[in-house]
């Protein structure tokens, strides 16, 4: 589904990814994790063209999408990206947040796309603050919309970038079991997170990055029993005393 092959990023002289090389496959579920300023934001955001790379390339279904002539808002329609900070439209309600692209961008019907955005809702516990405004949900409710809201252009990639990183302790569970759920249900995932419990319990994989590198990529059960690398070692070490 998604590879990349020997992907660099700079930023002016700072090398954020460095020969980056890694696949996706098809239902996978791939968490990407390592400490401040390792690359693994950057390299999520590559994934959809929030950020251009400066060398190797990226392909996803066999397109590759830094490629010269890539319509990047085709490519952008076909990837959920769910975002640190919700990024909802505060002059719009629940469900107009969760119809407005579908409606424009894939000319579904107005009643078709409130009908699937409604069962979204329902997916996601929401489904009765569908007349409400964002600035009247809390932190974990508008993520949960959020959510709700990428998936409504039925994408078969989604791409999570910390999504609990801005929300309060207790509503982080319920952020967690909404994509605890799409995890099992069979959606192809890249998620940056530093919930290592998810990462255990949801992943398939876990891709370790330090310094724009990867450094180790395994399976959950032998990521966390037996890192291979000094800086896994001291990450790992550092999340348990935290």
Known sequence: MIVLDKVNKFYGDYHALVDVSERVEKNEVVVVCGPSGSGKSTLIRTLNRLEEIDGGTISIDGREIHAKG????????????????????????????????????????????????????????????????????????????????????????????????????????????????????GMTMVCVTHEMGFAREVADRIVFMSEGRILERAKPEDFFANPQTPRAQQFLADRRRS
């Open 70 to 185: 890539t319509n990047v808002d085709r490519l952008r329609a076909g990837i959920g990206f769910v975002f640190q900070h919700f990024n909802l439209f505060p002059h719009l309600t629940v469900l107009e947040n969760c119809t407005l692209a579908p409606v424009n961008l894939k000319r579904a019907s107005s009643s078709e796309a409130r009908d699937y955005a409604m069962t979204l809702l329902e997916q996601v516990g929401l489904a009765h603050k569908r007349d409400a405004y964002p600035n009247a949900l809390s932190g974990g409710q508008q993520q949960r919309v959020a959510i709700a809201r990428a998936l409504a252009m039925r994408p078969p990639i989604m791409l999570f970038d910390e999504p609990t990183s801005a929300l309060d302790p207790e509503m982080v569970g319920e952020v967690l079991g909404v994509m605890r759920s799409l995890a099992h249900g």
